[in-house]
């Protein structure tokens, strides 16, 4: 499944524009695919809502619908007699207050070729997402416009881009780009893309394919290197070899045991460093979907920053493909957990609400860090503050960010660079064998980066996750979070010693646990049958208040601590989907079927009250010395953390010689 076909031949970033040329850093591109979910990041079309605001902030509306037909390449598009198309889309406009907080430039130009009458209109926004118009130009036959256009007034936010008005006759736009000036005198900026993969073959040789038909990327593309740390190799892929030869002599496969996104990602930074060659790492998932001139945007933002920038792309959701899940991410410094960077959201549709009725998008956003889904990282950068912390998944991303920060090394999370992923929100990792790398690395980060004596509210916080846990009959996922909490007590050293074994041991932990048994349908447990079908099923409505939240919580303990009705287990109380399994909604039963997010199957969990009591005690246990521990732990991991991160370290816990020895030390 692809998002868009990549052919391109001119390149997106000249390698080395020279005294007064312009240097391209956008392009406007169009799905070529027909996909009409994915045609509203890249043409505006359907009629506007209200816009999101409480103020009477102007917007533009179109008078009609977009329609795939009128995609006629990659870079051209044509509006019919009489229509307008507008170019105020998430992949076509040009994120203007970027380019002006980060970067020396100061003007940007927008050059046009089109073919046919009409009119070209140019319009840019504010911050707080007014619309003003700009400029416009007759076009007539085949017309080629250059406007410049200032940057002065974009200090905390706005975009500009441009409308076509088809006159008598089709207008089509043959191409567009925004440009900038170029650095005559900066070196080339060129790139290694790291993607670290297990056991997603098929994903991983698409995205090959995607990179290997990119053209636009091929001036400024060193090498494209995989680890692959499965038992499904990418290598035994059909679509395998033909991806190899798109990426003619480019691609390296490396093979290496399971030592997770930090670990395959942090292979991929040593092999950039030690090979020389390129200006930065890309990391990249192995199961995106990208859209290539996004790459290219990223390494052109990165080629003209001002200082050495950790650049991201945004998350799409591949399921819903116009929904923007993820924009800016911060990390809340008393809570210490991911959130938006206000007042952006999660899921925002774009085919619903565009960005000129989405004021809150026309901000510019500050993030902590960016997701390893898309990011690209200087090499400055890392010989700077180091490679990954070894935390086999979870963190590692904002650990990084938080950690090149510190540094003076910011983060941009950039628009108009993006992939689509599967968004979180259709996983079970916080209540599977990931909660235990959730709960650890999230500890391990706040006592590496925490401004708080003693992480703020983060230690209560984690104790309430585990007696909701707790609450929920997921009696495993408690257990996880005590062992998490027990090696963070251990010290630094635990990280990179157990990163190669740890997955088994949280697997094995789990799997001692009967809510941790999920089976595919219904019918492979007993009937649901409740003991007393008159009884009120409990609420599945979210409390909605600090003081309907506690009494949940009390009446949720009250109902775990007391007795168990005769044959209360034998068989499911209730069937629960899963956007009903909140801890309140379970907290009141004592048996029920549970689906998990992706609806691939069903946990039976059962109230057994000797294991929430014993769970209930041990997560009081840690936390506790969590708590009174917590400087001195701070202090040990603040001590070991450029060790921890440094290639030295990595090297021996991938079986790596130092470079110039040569191959690989044994295992």
Known sequence: MTAVDSHEAAPAVPADPGPGVLDVVARVVLPVAEDPDVLPLYVDGAHAPEPQVDDDTPTLTLPSDQHPDQVVSRRAYRVDAGGRTSFATYFNAFPASYWRRHTSVREVTLR???????????????????????????????????????????????????????????????????????????????????????????????????????????????AVVVVDQGTRLVTDDPGFDHARESLAGRLRVIRQ????????????????????????????????????????????FARHASQPTVVGGHMFSMHERSVLHAYAEVVRPWQFRWSPSAPSVHDHDLARWNLRSTPWMHRRFHADYTGWWMCLIPVTVLRDVGLSMPFFIKWDDAEFGLRAATAGHPTVSLPGAAVWHVPWTDKDDSVDWQAYFHARNRLVAALLHSRYDRGGRLVRESLAISVKHVLAMQYSAAALRVRAVEDVLAGPDDLHRGLGTRLGEVRTLRAEHTDARVRPDAADFAAVRSLRPRRQDPSTTRPASRISTLRAAALGVLHQVGPLPLGATEAPEREVASPDAGWWTLARLDSALVANADGTGLAWLRRDRSAAGRALADAVRVHRELLRRWPELASAYRHAGPTLVGEESWRRTLGLAPPGTGGEEPR
């Open 257 to 300: 045991p399971n030592l997770g996104g930090s670990g395959g990602f942090s292979r991929a930074m040593l092999e950039t460093l030690d090979a020389g060659r390129s200006d930065h790492v890309l990391l990249l998932d192995d199961d995106v979907v990208a859209e290539p001139e996004g790459i290219a945007r990223a390494i052109a």
């Open 112 to 222: 046009v070729l089109t073919t046919g009458p009409g009119t070209l209109v140019v319009y840019r926004s504010s911050a707080r997402g007014a619309v003003a118009r700009v400029t416009s130009r007759r076009l007539d036959g085949i017309s080629t416009q250059h406007l410049a256009l200032p940057l002065d007034g974009f200090v905390d936010g706005g975009w500009y881009w441009f409308d076509l008005v088809a006159g008598s006759e089709p207008l089509v736009l043959d191409t567009a780009e925004w440009c900038v000036p170029g650095r005559a005198a900066a070196p080339a900026q060129r790139v290694t893309v790291g993607i670290t993969t297990f056991d997603r073959p098929a994903s991983c040789a698409a995205l090959l394919a995607q990179l290997g038909r990119a053209g636009q990327l091929h001036t400024v593309l060193d």
